[in-house]
């Protein structure tokens, strides 16, 4: 009987893991933890340190920089914050360098994609890269190269859109204030509500080279060098 109690509560704890794969080949059991009440089952694809990355945006009402080290996921910790925070950030504006477009473009259907209806066009991510078209009324969510900034007709397309969150990948390419596509990104960043800034390389050289992201996430906190 004893046997019997111990196989049962045994079959029931590994009903509770799920089974993973360790990069030499052994199988491995990891716990599933039980997502907060205000996510999904999406949540638990995150590790520990991009939900705690996630967490700490949130905190920050959504201005916030993530400085992770390459590839430990800022791109994925900003669209898991966007994916928990839906409503309250679309319309989205993503910006980046034009070789990355298609990849943020990847990354936001894997994260998102199951949260719109397909025949939701409005909600497909838009690419951004020749600028010779402008904004597209009644699409969400826009993925602009950072090179089209300082374009007239982008700069003012982009600022009569309304949008609500603003992402900017590598911001540590706008170290130098005195650019000109560095001033667009300062000036459209003002009426939009939420910031985020992503950069593995933040400071290069001097540590001046951080205020503009500091700058554009919190002016008032950072008006000037």
């Not at 201005?63 to 590839?71: F, K, Q, S």
């Not at 949260?115 to 009324?137: A, V, Y």
């Not at 009644?138 to 982008?154: P, T």
Request: with cysteine.
């Amino acid at each position: 009987a004893e046997g019997t109690v111990a196989k049962e509560v045994t079959l029931k704890a590994i009903n509770k893991l799920q089974r993973t794969y360790s990069p030499c080949g052994h199988t491995q059991l990891l716990p599933i933890n039980t997502p907060p009440l205000d996510r999904d089952a999406r949540w638990n694809e995150l590790y520990d340190f991009q939900k705690a990355g996630v967490e700490f945006v949130e905190k920050a009402n959504l201005n916030a920089l993530i400085a992770d080290e390459m590839g430990l996921g800022k791109t994925i910790q900003a669209l898991a914050a966007l994916r928990y925070n839906l409503e309250e950030c679309t319309p989205t504006l993503i910006i980046c360098e034009a070789a990355k477009v298609f990849d943020w473009q990847a990354e936001f259907k894997h994260w998102l994609g199951d949260k719109f209806e397909r025949s939701d066009i409005g909600s497909r991510p838009i690419i951004h890269r020749s600028g010779q078209c402008m904004l597209i009324p009644g699409f969400k969510y826009h993925i602009i190269s950072m090179s089209l900034l300082g374009k007239k007709d982008v700069f003012e397309s982009i600022k009569e859109y309304g949008f609500k969150l603003m992402i900017v990948d590598e911001s540590h390419s706008f170290k130098n204030d005195k650019a000109d596509r560095t001033e667009a990104l300062q000036k459209l960043s003002t009426p939009i509500p939420y910031k985020l800034s992503l950069s593995g390389t933040l400071i290069m050289n001097n540590v001046v080279e951080v205020w503009t992201t500091l700058n554009i996430i919190k002016p008032d906190h950072w008006p000037s060098k």
